[in-house]
């Protein structure tokens, strides 16, 4: 261990308590970054895993040009061949079918403009919260056919209740008039106003039949096990469709393709939130410049000896960033350790929301929100408060060059 850094290890507690004190207030600053930033990545896995089960899945297999147009003829033709490509990737955890078509829907009084969206009763369960959703009536049953579940917000302005008849007015796949009556089963509330007051679900072979689709579907969703992967899953996907003979009709979409509004919102929240820890780093910055500051005033006659008997001053520089880099990496270290403890414990055992519980649930969210621990949430943060401290204390360590040993062996 080299001379300087064995005095700059006995000159940083020389005054304990102000080291200490700086050294939590890094600490503290790190604790603070690693836990937020893992409950920032936590919470964001949560709605997204929330919104993608709501609608779109993580991610879709359509036809070419399907999700610019929603014409009712583009179709995947043949979604039993789609399925098998699914069902040879072990890190699909679910996959379904929808069929969907823009029909008028008419009660006794009313009559407004929906997305009539043919759902598989059984698989769309695994797929999406669209069971756990229901607030009044009931889900369909294995064998449904003339059965809808509609929206709370569209039920509202149809004037339409549990046991109603809607009748359905669209155009079939060939060009047909598709018509059909069908009596609400179900009320679902999703708590996206859109959602709510545009769509109504029938079975799957039952819009397949009023609407001449031959079998075909308009989108097939799946869901993978973790969020994490999803990526990796389209890649392979795509490659497994590449290898088939229906690969020149079908396209892949994950969900930041199909939501690009809630991959949006996420940055715009992750800028605001690293914008608010920029300025907690910022603070903890000063308290160090402040420490070093006050450093050279009360060892301003030190280094006047020192330079006196033939110390450089860039040896003094060199002297004060050692001290600084000590300081800083047993705040950082500690809060990275603390912080990860923290955010491992409520990993395991969630934060609970309380009277928020019941409304999350509503909407597929679970009452607890679990933060993420990851590489990146337990070093971005302490990165930056390491790199702030130590641009903060450069001021003051080459503040030591412009002494003349005179003047400081003088200083009082």
């Known amino acids: 261990m080299s001379i300087d850094i064995k005095m700059a290890w006995r000159n940083i507690w020389r005054n304990p308590r102000r080291t200490l004190l700086t050294i939590s207030a890094i600490a503290f600053a790190s604790l603070l970054l690693v836990f937020m930033l893992s409950f920032q990545f936590g919470s964001y896995e949560t709605m997204i895993n929330a919104a993608v089960k709501i609608q779109t899945g993580h991610f879709q297999i359509q036809a070419e040009g399907y999700r610019e147009k929603r014409s009712i003829r583009q179709v995947v033709s043949d979604p039993a061949s789609a399925g098998k490509i699914l069902d040879k ?28 969206v043919g759902v598989d009763p059984v698989r769309e369960a695994g797929v999406s919260t669209l069971k756990e959703l229901i607030r009044e009536g009931s889900y369909f049953s294995d064998n449904d056919t003339a059965h809808a579940l509609v929206g709370r917000l569209l039920a509202k302005n149809l004037q339409a209740g549990i046991g109603d008849e809607l009748i359905l007015l669209g155009q079939g796949r060939d060009g047909s008039v598709a018509a059909t009556v069908v009596t609400v089963r179900g009320i679902y509330s999703s708590g996206q106003d859109e959602f709510d007051r ?116 860039g040896r003094l520089t060199k002297l004060l960033l050692i001290e600084s880099v000590f300081m800083t990496l047993l705040g950082v270290i500690s809060g990275i350790f603390l912080g990860g403890l923290l955010t491992w414990y409520f990993q395991i055992h969630g934060i609970d929301f309380g009277s928020a519980n019941e409304l999350l649930s509503q909407y597929g969210i679970s009452g607890r929100m679990y933060p993420k621990l990851s590489l990146l949430s337990a070093l971005l943060g302490p990165g930056m408060v390491l790199f702030i401290t130590f641009l903060a204390a450069l001021y003051p360590a080459f503040k030591v060059r412009k002494l003349r040993p005179v003047e400081a062996m003088s200083y009082t």
Do not use: C
Not at 100 to 113: C, D, H, K, P, Q
Not at 240 to 256: F, N, P, R, T
């Open 89 to 116: 990737i072990p890190e699909i955890a679910a996959y379904t079918f929808r069929a969907e078509a823009f029909s008028l829907v008419s009660s006794e009084n009313r009559t407004y403009g929906a997305m009539v």
């Open 198 to 313: 545009s769509a109504i679900h029938i079975p799957l072979k039952y819009f397949q039949d009023i609407y001449t689709m031959n079998g075909a579907v308009h989108e097939v969703i799946a869901v993978g096990r973790s969020l994490e992967n999803v990526s990796e899953i389209k890649a392979d996907v795509v490659a497994h469709i590449k290898k088939s003979a229906i690969k020149s009709s079908l396209v892949v979409l994950d969900w930041e393709e199909l939501m690009p509004g809630l991959r949006q919102a996420i940055s715009m929240d992750l800028i605001s939130g690293l914008i608010f820890w920029f300025l907690l780093i910022i603070i903890v910055a000063f308290s160090i410049l402040n420490t070093f500051l006050m450093a050279i005033f009360e060892r301003t006659r030190e280094f006047g000896v020192m330079m006196a008997i033939g110390t450089t001053p």
